[in-house]
């Protein structure tokens, strides 16, 4: 099956730095990339869509600008946390999709975000 | 708004026994429908699929139906495991976009 790893599963930060977790496909290309965060007992909200070489599109109330969002190759994106804040401590996953046309998303294992 | 519901945010069921996860949606427009599983601290893995021109599509112990009419989905996992205790997330597409909308979730828990 499609492999999605994400990188550091866990990060503690103190209050106003800035953090990056990568998401990488080891085993396809990831045309499309997707990040979402979830909250404990929450489904999972969708952040973000990015696609390889352009510009994420981001979903209503994220904030582009505190949420960085790359996606430089088929294989790899990456969400910064730019003056992150408590309330920025979260679970963030991210996912991928192939170029099959298929519509599943292949998921990450999660990084654990807590902002002291 | 919420448009893809699971009613139950848990469901106990006894091991060997048919667990049944239920998921409604409202959007007429969405026309794939996939659902996850997802252990705590973990990413969602995907499980099974339906287009919205089945009515049913099985895998293994995994029986996915679709009545659009109804705007209602519901997963059958026959027999049921300890093994497959986790949450369980639906989720629907516009296939004509890539954005997945999912579900609340529910707890299954199979008890041996």
């Known amino acids: 099956g499609a492999v999605v790893s994400q990188h550091p599963s866990w990060v503690i930060c103190k209050s106003g730095t800035s953090v990056k977790i990568e998401c990488r496909s080891l085993?396809?290309?990831?045309?499309?990339m997707f990040w979402y965060r979830q909250f404990p007992k929450q489904s999972l909200m969708l952040m973000a869509t990015?696609?390889?070489?352009?510009?994420?599109?981001?979903e209503q109330g994220v904030e582009k600008d505190k949420f960085l969002i790359n996606h430089a190759s088929l294989t790899l994106s990456t969400l910064t946390v730019t003056s992150a804040h408590p309330e920025d401590s979260s679970f963030y996953i991210c996912?991928?999709?192939?170029?099959?046309?298929?519509?599943?998303?292949?998921f990450g294992p999660g990084t654990r975000l807590t902002v002291t | 708004d919420q448009q893809v519901k699971q009613n139950s945010p848990s469901l106990s069921v006894q091991e060997g026994r048919i667990s049944i996860l239920n998921c409604d949606y409202t959007?007429?427009?969405?026309?794939?429908f996939l659902w996850y599983k997802k252990y705590p601290a973990e990413g969602p893995t995907f499980l099974i699929s339906i287009s919205s021109i089945k009515d049913k599509n099985e895998d293994g112990r995994f029986t996915v139906f679709l009545n659009k009419s109804a705007k209602h989905l519901s997963l059958h996992i026959v027999p049921s495991q300890p093994g497959d205790s986790a949450v369980y997330f639906c989720a629907a597409i516009e296939t004509s976009g890539s954005r997945l909308t999912f579900g609340e979730g529910t707890q299954l828990t199979v008890n041996p």
């Open positions: 085993d396809f290309q990831a045309t499309t």
């Open positions: 990015s696609n390889e070489g352009s510009k994420a599109t981001y």
């Open positions: 996912s991928g999709s192939g170029t099959s046309g298929a519509y599943e998303q292949y």
């Open positions: 959007n007429s427009m969405f026309d794939y």
